[in-house]
Each structure stands twice: as C-alpha cells, then as structure tokens.
C-alpha cells in the first residue's frame, strides 16, 4: 500500500529539492549591479566602458559612499586600447582636476561619465580610481572596467 500525501506536500518538497540543488546567484560586478568594498568612506561602486557609436565611448562609474562624502567620485580614468584585446597601450587620462563632473561634493551617490573617442574595431578599458572622503582623510581604490569594442 502506497502512501499517498496531498498534492501541497509534493510540490513543497519538489520546490525544496529544486532550492537545494540549484546554484546560488553570485554578486557580480555587472554595470549595474555594484561591487561591495568594505571601506569606511566608500560602500559600493562600479565602473564600465559604453561604446555609442562612430568610435565614440564613454566611460562611466557609479559610486555609493558610506553615508555623506565631502568628495566622492572618480580621480582619475587612465584609458587603455588594443587592436587585437591581448596587447594594451594608454592612450590617454582623465582627472578630476580638468574634469569637474568627475567628483561631486556633500553626496553619498555620484554616478557620471566622461567622453572619448576610440577607434572603430578596437577594444577599451580603463583603469579608474574612485575616491570617498571627508575633506581632510578618505579611501581610495583602482580597479578596471569591463573591455568593450569600439563600432
């Protein structure tokens, strides 16, 4: 004799073998998801390469500071190209010295880009530096951004 249970029984315990056999999402640095960093002055931030055509890119980032920053944002783009996404050459740099939307002030979010052009078939990333700080200390981190084709 079988023993047969209702059918909310078997679907749960479907749903629980499906739970348990499936892999976990994993928090990926995507363009709009961003990256946790564990730092007093900065929470989270992410930064990516968006080409937009004719050669045309922007480089973008997007930066949560641990509450309100007196500066936050980006320091600096260091721009990298490749004709052929193994070999890389600097080609240019970008500072918040000549670049005011770089860094915002008295924010806890800063999202902005800045604008270059690249060649049509090359590929793009960059070396960026975000910053959080309140005025007189803050925290700093490099990281790269996603490799994009120029079209």
């Known amino acids: 004799m079988i023993n047969k249970q209702p059918i909310h029984f078997r679907i749960i315990a479907i749903l629980l073998i499906l739970v348990l056999l499936c892999p976990s999402p994993?928090?990926?640095?995507?363009?709009?998801?961003?990256v946790p960093t564990a730092s007093y002055y900065l929470d989270a931030y992410t930064a990516y390469i968006c080409p937009i055509g004719h050669g045309d890119l922007q480089s973008w980032w997007n930066?949560?500071?641990?509450?309100?920053?007196?500066?936050?944002?980006?320091?600096?783009?260091?721009?990298y190209e490749s004709s052929d996404n193994v070999n890389w050459t600097w080609t240019e740099t970008f500072t918040h010295n000549n670049y005011s939307n770089m860094l915002s002030h008295n924010d806890a979010h800063h999202m902005d880009y800045i604008y270059f052009q690249g060649t049509r078939g090359y590929y793009y990333k960059a070396l960026v530096t975000i910053y959080g700080g309140d005025g007189t200390t803050g925290d700093s981190r490099y990281f790269w951004t996603t490799v994009e084709q120029a079209y």
């Open 26 to 34: 994993v928090y990926a640095a995507t363009p709009d998801i961003a």
């Open 63 to 79: 930066v949560y500071g641990a509450g309100t920053q007196v500066d936050l944002g980006a320091l600096s783009i260091m721009v």
